[in-house]
């Protein structure tokens, strides 16, 4: 049911029958619990209406994660072969703090270099936590995104722009953890950035 324009979305938190009753049965057994429309999200009184261009973008990011076994951006397995989740979109600035998605260079909260594939139990485990302190609960994380960029690099789709993509994300990812963890250079004495920066992150 992804997709469809003019639904008008129910809300089932107040929805009561006796529970021994034929209806309740029939509702138990409805495909809009079993198959819940993605595209909207109800967080209890809240709820996320995307825009149709949104809804396209986020479509087309887990299709071409499943097709092209794109790795999670967190766990590193990849979509379609070893990952028991299924895909969901990550916002790496947490949609909660979608007021600062313009100071902090997004052109919305919503926008492509906002947005990762990630399995849906861990996207839903992270909530709303900051990457700062994400990253250092799941140290593995850090290392599993640096390789799964590298793979998005190669994404060449008429919506989404590998490498475009993967430029924004670094800005951002580094923006919010406070120093260069997303970019591989060599420093002066030739430490890989990213490993220097990974040991600085684990005592910061």
């Known amino acids: 049911m992804n997709g469809l324009i003019g639904f008008k979305p129910v809300f089932f938190a107040n929805f009561k029958t006796n529970t021994n009753s034929s209806l309740q049965k029939e509702f138990n ?12 999200v109800s967080f209890g009184k809240s709820k996320r209406n995307y ?7 986020m479509r087309t990011m887990r299709k071409l994660a499943e097709s092209l076994n794109l790795p999670d951006f967190y766990t590193g397995k990849r979509f379609g072969l070893n990952h028991k989740e299924k895909v969901s979109i990550e916002h790496l600035l947490p949609h909660s703090q979608r007021s600062q998605a313009v100071s902090k260079g997004l ?22 936590i900051p990457l700062k ?40 990812l580094n923006q919010e953890l406070g120093y260069v963890a997303f970019a591989g250079r060599k420093n002066t004495n030739g430490l890989n950035m990213v490993q220097k920066d990974q040991r600085l992150s684990l005592v910061a």
């Open 133 to 172: 302190k994400w990253y250092k609960a799941h140290p593995d994380y850090l290392k599993n995104g640096i390789e799964a960029l590298k793979e998005y690099e190669k994404v060449s789709n008429p919506i989404i722009n590998g490498k475009e993509w993967v430029k924004s994300l670094k800005r951002l």
């Open 107 to 128: 052109r919305s909260v919503n926008s492509l270099e906002n947005f990762v594939p990630v399995g849906n139990k861990t996207n839903s485990d992270r909530g709303s």
């Open 29 to 40: 057994n409805s495909s809009l619990l079993n198959n819940p429309i993605s595209d909207t």
């Open 51 to 57: 825009s149709d261009a949104t809804k396209l973008l």
